[in-house]
């Protein structure tokens, strides 16, 4: 079936930390693959997506590179900053467009000055 | 942006009552909404997918006669819990799609929380 793993936190990082999040996949077909970012009381927004193997996506500083291989796709930031702090959803789609969401459990980051 | 809004964004009710909660796409027009439930420390759960003017399709395991959806109009999807009870606490988000991104982006309103007593 069509699954994500994410590391569970809560994780916490000073500022200026490099960030990483794992997240790993089952996918019956060729899935795209995103990252959501949920700010405190806001809905989920799309962080960043890659759809095919070695894509790397990329928005505000934060990579992940789709690795067909290892079905990762890890979520990095060189150096994060306490507007950083939010819950992180790593998700997949195997549907042409992103019509069947499939989501990790989420991942709550907290930046501390 | 796209921005979906939910209301209300929490509601306590009394065990055997009703609730109903809107989903409102501010400024596109939304053919597609899904409905999702999140328990906590767990991922969101999609119940199901909606399309402006037919029935909604329900996820295998939901009951359709107690998640009563409707999407009537272009830019508004209803949720009603029927006849609640205290296992249908949870949080509950809708998303809308509509066509105004190339792969039919879905964008998430903030949630709502339910608690029935």
């Known amino acids: 079936g069509n699954s994500v793993t994410q590391m569970e936190g809560p994780v916490t990082l000073s500022e200026e930390a490099f960030l990483t999040i794992n997240c790993t996949y089952t996918?019956?077909?060729?899935?795209?693959l995103f990252w959501y970012v949920q700010y405190p009381g806001e809905g989920l927004q799309l962080l960043l997506k890659a759809t095919k193997a070695d894509d790397k996506g990329s928005n505000k500083g934060f990579e992940a590179t789709y690795r067909k291989e290892t079905t990762s796709f890890h979520l990095e930031k060189g150096s994060v900053q306490v507007s950083d702090s939010a819950v992180y959803f790593c998700?997949?789609?195997?549907?042409?467009?992103?019509?069947?969401?499939?989501f990790g459990t989420g991942t709550r980051l907290t930046v501390i000055p | 942006g796209a921005v979906v809004s939910q209301h209300p964004s929490w509601v306590i009710c009394k065990s055997g009552t009703s609730v109903k909660i809107e989903c409102r796409s501010l400024?596109?027009?939304?053919?597609?909404m899904f409905w999702y439930r999140q328990f906590p420390k767990q991922s969101l759960m999609l119940m199901a997918t909606?399309?402006?003017?037919?029935?909604?399709?329900?996820e295998q395991g939901v009951e359709k006669d107690k998640f009563l959806i409707n999407h009537a109009s272009l830019t508004l999807s209803t949720l009603t819990v029927t006849s609640a009870h205290p296992e249908d606490s949870s949080f509950y988000i809708c998303?809308?799609?509509?066509?105004?991104?190339?792969?039919?982006?879905?964008?998430f309103g903030p949630g709502t929380r339910l608690t029935v007593l």
């Open positions: 996918a019956t077909g060729y899935p795209s």
């Open positions: 909606s399309n402006e003017g037919s029935k909604a399709t329900y």
């Open positions: 998303s809308a799609s509509g066509g105004i991104s190339s792969y039919n982006e879905q964008f």
């Open positions: 400024d596109f027009q939304a053919t597609t």
């Open positions: 998700a997949l789609s195997v549907l042409t467009g992103a019509n069947n969401l499939f």
